[in-house]
């Protein structure tokens, strides 16, 4: 785990798929991803609310999974936005 990062990060435009790739270990530092409170984002994992993965008893996941979600749907209100 030498590749632990502290979040949030403000990633280099050119660093933004080594950000989205990095790991995030733990209900507390996925969090800060998300922008939800650590109780949230725990309630969120464990209901799969939230795409991640134990391991151990830490909860693992990317920003790139957590965020892709939110993407999605910002994607298809824009497609629905630019139809009208």
């Keep these: 785990m030498g590749d632990y990062v502290e979040y949030p990060v403000k990633p280099e435009p050119t660093d933004m798929d080594e950000y989205l790739d990095k790991p995030v270990f733990g209900a507390g530092p996925i969090s800060r991803v ?21 391991f151990g008893k830490l909860w693992v996941s990317t ?3 957590l965020l892709a979600p ?15």
């Design 34 to 54: 998300v922008g939800l409170t650590e109780r949230q984002t725990y309630d969120g994992l464990e209901k799969g609310r939230l795409d991640g993965d134990k």
């Design 63 to 65: 920003p790139r999974r």
């Design 70 to 84: 939110f993407q999605k749907r910002a994607r298809e209100s824009e497609t629905t936005n630019n139809a009208t």
